[in-house]
């Protein structure tokens, strides 16, 4: 079975969809039903075999887009930034304890969907109605955490780029302490945060590499010899030089500190 792939928001998660014998392109615009409703989606895996371990039942597309369809997607997202700015001036008139990040409209126009963030729980059900009255269509208002705020917005990270989960990631990695520790990064939170304030999402990027090579390095204080034959004791490692700093014992009165290259020592058991 060929099977496409195809994101519906920018940086969106990609789904995946039976093509139905269409002919379709990579960046082809297509409509698909999804679980928000019926929308348009840009192609950005082209035809390939089903994997056999894929369980999740697949979907076939409605069409692909014609002019008529991408005129009507482009309008709708003029439409999005009337509905948020509408939405906004409500939410102020009802005192709500809520910030509006982001509308969208369903491509058949059937659903507004309004994503926000709260620090509390909100009794939304006056705007709900005010909204329906005013749109005419089915309202949705759903609450959202600040990574997926921070997602939807975007920025630029501490490096000076745009924001990994803004400009690449589709799904957000599960980030730890420990891939921080591994990296020998400083664990003051200011320095591995994110505009989110959640754990930088970069510390995955590197996370296997570190394992591996940390996995090759001996420990500070283990016992060696040096390529002369010396005993010394390692007191510090360079992860991605693959180097360590040995403490050389010369002569009972004098110890130096030298550097070498993993394959230049031996570990002393």
Same mark, same amino acid.
């Given at each position: 079975?060929?099977?496409?792939?195809?994101?519906?928001?920018?940086?969106? &998660?990609?789904?995946? *969809?039976?093509?139905?014998?269409?002919?379709?392109?990579?960046?082809?615009?297509?409509?698909?039903?999804?679980?928000? #409703?019926?929308? @348009? #989606? =840009?192609?950005?895996? #082209? %035809?390939?075999?089903?994997?056999?371990?894929?369980?999740?039942?697949?979907?076939?597309?409605?069409? $692909?887009?014609?002019?008529?369809?991408?005129?009507?997607?482009?309008?709708?997202?003029?439409?999005? $930034?009337?509905?948020?700015?509408?939405?906004?001036?409500?939410?102020?008139?009802?005192? /709500?304890?809520? $910030?509006? +990040?982001?509308?969208? *409209?369903?491509?058949?126009?059937?659903?507004?969907?309004?994503?926000?963030?709260?620090?509390?729980?909100?009794?939304?059900?006056? /705007?709900?109605?005010?909204?329906?009255? +005013?749109?005419?269509?089915?309202?949705?208002?759903?609450?959202?955490?600040?990574?997926?705020?921070?997602?939807?917005?975007?920025?630029?990270?501490?490096?000076?780029?745009? /924001?990994? @989960?803004?400009? *690449?990631?589709?799904?957000?990695?599960?980030?730890?302490? &420990?891939?921080?520790?591994?990296?020998?990064?400083?664990?003051? %939170?200011?320095?591995?945060?994110?505009?989110?304030? =959640?754990?930088?999402? @970069?510390?995955?990027?590197?996370?296997?590499? *570190?394992?591996?090579?940390?996995?090759?390095?001996?420990?500070?204080?283990?016992?060696? =010899?040096?390529?002369? #034959?010396?005993?010394?004791? +390692?007191?510090?490692?360079?992860? /991605?030089?693959?180097?360590?700093?040995?403490?050389?014992?010369?002569?009972?009165?004098?110890?130096?500190?030298?550097?070498?290259?993993?394959?230049?020592?031996?570990?002393?058991?």
């Amino acid at each position: 079975m060929k099977i496409i792939g195809v994101r519906f928001r920018e940086v969106g &998660k990609i789904c995946y *969809y039976d093509p139905d014998d269409i002919d379709i392109d990579v960046n082809d615009r297509v409509i698909a039903e999804t679980d928000r #409703g019926v929308e @348009c #989606g =840009r192609v950005i895996l #082209g %035809p390939r075999e089903l994997s056999e371990n894929y369980t999740n039942p697949i979907k076939k597309i409605i069409k $692909k887009a014609d002019i008529e369809d991408v005129v009507r997607f482009e309008e709708n997202l003029k439409k999005e $930034k009337e509905a948020f700015d509408i939405c906004k001036a409500k939410i102020i008139e009802l005192d /709500l304890p809520m $910030k509006l +990040i982001s509308a969208e *409209y369903t491509f058949d126009n059937a659903k507004v969907l309004f994503y926000f963030t709260a620090e509390c729980r909100v009794d939304f059900r006056e /705007l709900v109605k005010i909204l329906a009255s +005013i749109f005419r269509v089915r309202i949705e208002l759903r609450q959202v955490g600040v990574r997926d705020e921070t997602k939807m917005v975007g920025g630029m990270g501490s490096c000076g780029r745009a /924001l990994c @989960c803004h400009s *690449y990631l589709s799904d957000f990695v599960p980030v730890s302490i &420990k891939m921080a520790k591994e990296q020998s990064l400083s664990l003051n %939170p200011a320095k591995i945060s994110g505009v989110c304030g =959640r754990l930088m999402c @970069c510390l995955k990027n590197e996370a296997e590499t *570190y394992e591996y090579l940390n996995g090759k390095m001996p420990r500070e204080g283990v016992s060696v =010899r040096t390529p002369l #034959g010396e005993a010394g004791v +390692i007191v510090s490692t360079s992860v /991605l030089r693959q180097t360590v700093k040995v403490l050389v014992t010369k002569s009972e009165d004098a110890k130096e500190i030298e550097e070498y290259s993993l394959s230049e020592i031996r570990i002393q058991a």
